[in-house]
Structures are given as C-alpha cells and as structure tokens.
C-alpha cells in the first residue's frame, strides 16, 4: 500500500488547521497578555510549523513528484519522507499543543517571594556594610564622589548610639538634592525666600543658633507640621548650621522639572566637583545674615514661583513632563478606561502581580496613569512649578523633584498602632492565626475632588467598587490551578507540584463560591471633595459606614492600604501589627522607599487592582470548583503570617522615630553644605 497518498492528505489539511489554531489563540488572548513569554511562544510554534511544512516539502520532492503515483512503497528501506512526517508528528504532540489560556507551572507569586528574600539581603549588606566611622566615610566617598559634609563624625555617632541599621544607604535622600548642585547657593537661598508665603502654601522654619522658629503665615491647621518637624531635630539642632527651610503644607508635590531642562540641570550638577585643595570641616561663620530677608530683594523674583492648579488633570501638565519624549507617556493619550493596560504593568509586573515597586512608580511607562488616582484626575490642592524650588515635602510622586523627609504624621504618633493587652477587646492585636480572615479598609473620598465624574476612576472608590458593587455580569482575572493535567488522585487538591496555574477571566457573581467574598472595604461618614451632583452620585453607588476606631483594624488578618491626596499615614502602624498589610501601588514614595521590600515585608497590588484577587487567593485560598478543569486552592496562610512577622520585626529596625531622627539629621547637614557659599571647600575628612 502506498504510503504518500494518504501521508500527503493528512499533512494538508495538518498544517492549514494548525496554522489556524495559532492564529485563534494569539486573537482571542490578545487582551490577556498577563504571562510575558506568551507571545514569544506563538511566534516560536509558529516558526517551528513552518520550518516542518517545509522540511516535509522538500523530502517529498526530493523522492518525486507528488502529484504523481509514487515509486517507493513502505517494503523494504523506509522513505525519508515517511520517517519526516512521523518524527514531526510525536515532535508537535508535545511543542505544538498550545498552553492553556495563560497557564504557568509554579505559582508566580513563590517566585516573587524568593525574588523578595534576595532583593532585600543584598540591600541590607550594602546599606550597612561599615562598622566604623572611616569605613563609612570611604563608603560616602565611593558612593557620592565627594567628601561627606561637615559634622559627619557627630551625626555617625548620633546614629550608632540610637542603633542604626541603616549606616551606608542614603540614596534617596542624595538622589532628592542632586538637582541642587547645579545652582550656587545664593539662588537657593534665593529661591527659598521667594517661595515662602501664605497663598504658595509653603511654611518657613528658621534656624539660628541652634533653636528652630515658626514663620508667620502657618495656618492653625497645619501647625502640628512643623512642631512635629522640631520635636524631630530637637536632639542635634545645635549641631545644625543656620539656615531657612519651607516645607509644603499640602499633601500633593509641587516641583515637576521638565525634561530638558531636568537633563541640563543634571549634568550641571554632576560637573561639580569639590575642592582639591585643604577642606573646612565646619559651616561658614556669617551664614545667618546670607539668609537675611533684608538681603534678598523681593522684586529680584516674581511675586510667586507657583500657580493653581487645584481640580485641572495634572498628568501631563506636570506628572510626566519629566519623562523622555519618546516615554509612552509623553507620545500616547489612553481614551479607553474601561480596558487593562498591559502594556502599561508588563515592565513591572510578573502575570498579574506586581514585581517591581520601585518601578511600578514610573509614569514613563504607563500613560494610563492619568486616569487611575485622584491626584492626576483633579488634585484638590496643587500649586506647582516648573522651576527647581527648594519644597521640602512629606512624599512626592515619582518624576517630581521636591525633597522628602520623614513625615510628622508619624514621628508624633498622628495614626500609632497601640493594640490593647486585653485579649477580649477589639483593638487588641492577636496572632494571624486567631484574627478573623478578612480583608479590611476604611477610609474617606480623599484622593482628590470630583465634579465631572472624575471619581470612578480614583483608586479609593474603584476599590470599594471592586468589592461591593460590582455588578453580576463584570468579569475580572483570578489565576487558578488548572485541573486539566492532574492524575485523579491530585485532581481535588490542586497541590502546588502536580497543578498548573491558568489565568481565568470569570464573572464576579462567583466570588461567594471562591470562598473570596471576605471583604469588609468601605467609605465612612460623608462624601468628601465633590462638587455639584457627583457628591449624591457617590453616596448612592456606595452607601457609607460609620468610620471605626483605628485600634480596631488589629483583628483582621489582612489590611490594604491606599494614598490619598498624599502619602498614606497608617502604613507604618499597620507594618507594626501582626496583620498582613496589603500596599496599593499608587502614586507617592516617603523618605523609607527602599527599606522595606515588596511581597518580604508587605504585599503590593497594582493600583489598577487587576490582581487583587489572585493576591487574596494565594494567602486565603479557594473554595470550590468553579467550571470544568478548574480546582480549589489551599490558602499559603503560613507564608501570610511570615510577612506578617517579618515586616513586623524589621520595621522595629529601620522605621523608628529614631531612624526618621537619623535621616532628617543627615539631610540637614547635606542641606546645610548645599547652601553654604563654599560649599566646595567643605568636607569631613577625618
């Protein structure tokens, strides 16, 4: 019997048919992009079908013509045509077979932990490598490519006798004063004076002579800020050189330098290098009168460095200007709300989790930022500039270039874990395993202010939308174990090495069934910041919760946390308790970035909380099965609990009041160097 008869009719229809199956996978994922070498695997099948069309092609021909009866039957020497067509066969049964709809092996989410675990030890050994004060002023020399400032030998000892783990890793805080090298010290001073002022929003603090005074135009409101920022220097403030500071009194940011004027001051700054001659080791004698209003002319500048720009869209005004024209953000306007950006996670996200923190702050990358925080929507309070003012500021978005430090929301105890001994109350603070499974948040419609519908896409009222008001028909992702390749007896437990992962799009009526419906996510008291009808609007989509108190959040297991129009006060206090804090991805970064670690000392979800239940599920787990090759999953309580304790035990290391002591106290000697006429002939040399 022939062989290349039917061996030619199957290999025809084989190949189209196939051919057609990559094509419909690559369609009907293309919105699902979540596993990044998804792509990549249907151009490799692609590829390999074709490079087999061919091969089996060219073996035909080679034998003879084949729209002829062929010569060469299967008795005797097999043809290599035949041999070809089956090697190609059992090859594609394996390489050819299509993933299931974005399925992965492992759970990405054990290799975010792993990833967190050497992410954070090889932090800690370059953040706190000295043991002495010479190693540790080589190492700002290695570092910085300078001297460190004046008065490094006191502020050493200061930070060794209160503990400091962190003696090496001020990046932050060098990266927030570069821009400052690139102008003399007399503009500085300069432009401090002119942005002081009760309508640009910023506080003055004098220092002289080692005592700290209030400017005038403080508002009552707003006073706590900087008695907090006294009580946090109060300890070294003789040791501080004179000088003005102004700190912003709103919670937004205010310096957005745009691109190239960023790049010219950036390479300014880096083209300063210090003397090479003897270094002073001490401040300048006369440096109180150089800050003298009285020097200053006030018609040397304009009457305010500022403008309003309180409720406009600030995204590409001012959140992105910092961006390379070629960024995403700068060239792309996403009208489209309604669907997942993936090209905006892909470069910092891992499926559908968040992998990169400090990425995940850009706004280069993700132009649909611009819809997904009330700051970009419609900030309640913003006055900036596109000018390098010296702002000294609580926290600020990423791009922007106001200088951070620790905030007095926290050092004065504004929101302080302080769980009751007693057992039988609800604010006392019990192990994981005895607190009640649910995923807890209570907040205000803060972030920014609403009067066009700007709200529905505020990050704070998407999520209290995501877990109450979802309607039935709304689908969202959840990776699952995928039961189509487990044995029987595996098939009921979805156990980690025998189960594949699949990302689901499922309808969010069949949360109850998930076992995930274990929310408690509200607004309480009042809708905030709106205007006109978008207030009622609100307060029907969402209804309101009487608020609680804030000791009460210690008998949840799980905590997630949100920015408003600022940075969130009650991260710190909720890293302190035994709860395992969930940390939204949104907008602003506080002087500690860096010292704690994503998915080793807290859970990160993207802002567009895309992933959120994927997260949930991971720790609570699921129950069920929810349509056919889907299973249960256990929940990793044990790893929840271990962030849990581990981010408790570590932010007793490096978030204390005596480590934001340590911080502010190096930033003000920086400072005080920065804005010192010889500031290149100064330095700490040992």
Not at 334 to 350: K, N, V
Not at 387 to 414: C, E, H, M, V
């Amino acid at each position: 019997m022939a062989i290349y008869g039917p061996l030619h009719l199957v290999m025809c229809l084989y190949i189209p048919v196939s051919y057609a199956g990559l094509i419909t996978f690559a369609q009907s994922n293309a919105g699902l992009d979540f596993f990044p070498d998804r792509t990549a695997g249907v151009m490799k099948r692609f590829t390999a079908l074709s490079i087999g069309f061919i091969i089996y092609f060219q073996a035909l021909l080679s034998i003879g013509n084949p729209g002829t009866a062929p010569k060469i039957r299967i008795q005797g020497r097999t043809p290599f045509a035949a041999i070809c067509f089956v090697a190609f066969l059992f090859w594609s049964w394996n390489f050819l077979r299509l993933p299931q709809d974005n399925a992965s092996r492992d759970h990405p989410i054990d290799g975010l932990l792993s990833a967190a675990s050497v992410q954070h030890d090889a932090w800690l050994r370059q953040a706190s490598a000295s043991k002495t004060l010479h190693e540790c002023a080589e190492e700002y020399r290695r570092r910085y490519k300078r001297h460190p400032p004046p008065g490094f030998d006191a502020w050493y000892r200061y930070a060794t006798e209160r503990s400091s783990v962190v003696i090496d890793d001020f990046d932050n805080l060098m990266h927030d004063l570069q821009l400052f090298w690139a102008i003399k010290p007399a503009e500085i001073r300069k432009r401090t004076h002119e942005a002081f002022g009760d309508w640009n929003e910023v506080a003055k603090l004098s220092i002289r002579s080692g005592k700290a005074e209030i400017g005038p135009d403080v508002k009552p409101t707003h006073r706590w800020m900087l008695d907090g920022v006294i009580a946090m220097m109060n300890n070294y403030i003789g040791e501080i050189p004179d000088m003005d500071l102004g700190f912003n009194i709103n919670d937004e940011p205010r310096i957005a330098i745009p691109y190239h004027d960023l790049q010219k001051l950036l390479k300014d700054s880096t083209s300063t290098e210090p003397s090479k001659g003897v270094l002073i080791n001490e401040f300048s004698k006369d440096r109180a009168s150089s800050w003298n209003y009285s020097t200053i002319s006030q018609s040397d500048g304009p009457p305010t460095p500022f403008t309003d720009q309180s409720f406009l869209p600030s995204f590409h005004t001012y959140g992105s200007v910092s961006c390379p024209p070629s960024s995403p953000a700068r060239r792309s306007r996403l009208w489209d709300t309604r669907t997942l950006c993936t090209a905006c996670t892909a470069p910092h996200s891992t499926s559908i989790f968040l992998s990169n923190w400090t990425l995940s702050a850009s706004p280069c990358h993700q132009p649909d930022l611009a819809h997904l925080h009330g700051f970009y929507l419609s900030p309640a309070a913003f006055k900036p500039s596109h000018t390098l003012y010296p702002i000294f500021s609580q926290s600020k978005a990423a791009g922007y270039a106001d200088i951070r430090y620790p905030s007095p929301w926290n050092y004065i105890d504004k929101a302080i874990y302080a769980p009751s001994p007693n057992a039988s109350l609800p604010s006392h603070d019990p192990p994981f395993s005895q607190k009640n499974a649910t995923l807890f948040w209570r907040g205000a419609t803060s972030e920014g202010l609403s009067r066009f519908g700007e709200w529905r896409g505020m990050a704070r009222q998407r999520l209290v939308h995501l877990a109450n008001n979802a309607s039935a028909s709304s689908r969202f992702p959840i990776l699952l174990p995928s039961l189509l390749n487990l044995s029987p007896r595996t098939k009921n437990r979805g156990t980690k090495k025998e189960s594949s992962y699949t990302v689901h799009t499922i309808p969010t009526s069949l949360l109850p069934t998930l076992g995930l419906n274990i929310t408690s996510i509200h607004l309480v008291s009042k809708i905030d910041r709106c205007w006109d009808s978008d207030c009622p609007h609100q307060a029907l989509e969402f209804g309101l919760s009487e608020p609680s108190d804030f000791q009460s959040h210690w008998q949840y297991k799980y905590l997630i946390d949100l920015d408003g129009a600022g940075f969130s006060g009650r991260f710190i206090p909720f890293l302190q308790s035994r709860s395992l804090p969930f940390k939204v991805a949104g907008v602003f970064r506080e002087w500690w970035d860096g010292r704690v670690t994503a998915w080793k000392h807290f859970v990160p979800v993207d802002v567009r909380l895309h992933g959120l239940w994927s997260t949930l599920a991971f720790f609570h787990g699921v129950n069920g099965v929810v349509g056919k090759g889907v299973g249960g999953m256990k929940g990793r309580e044990e790893e929840g609990e271990r962030i849990a304790e581990e981010g408790r035990e570590w932010v007793g290391k490096v978030m204390r009041k005596e480590d934001m002591e340590v911080y502010f106290y190096r930033l003000l000697l920086e400072w005080g160097r920065l804005t010192d006429d010889r500031r290149e002939e100064l330095g700490w040399v040992g």
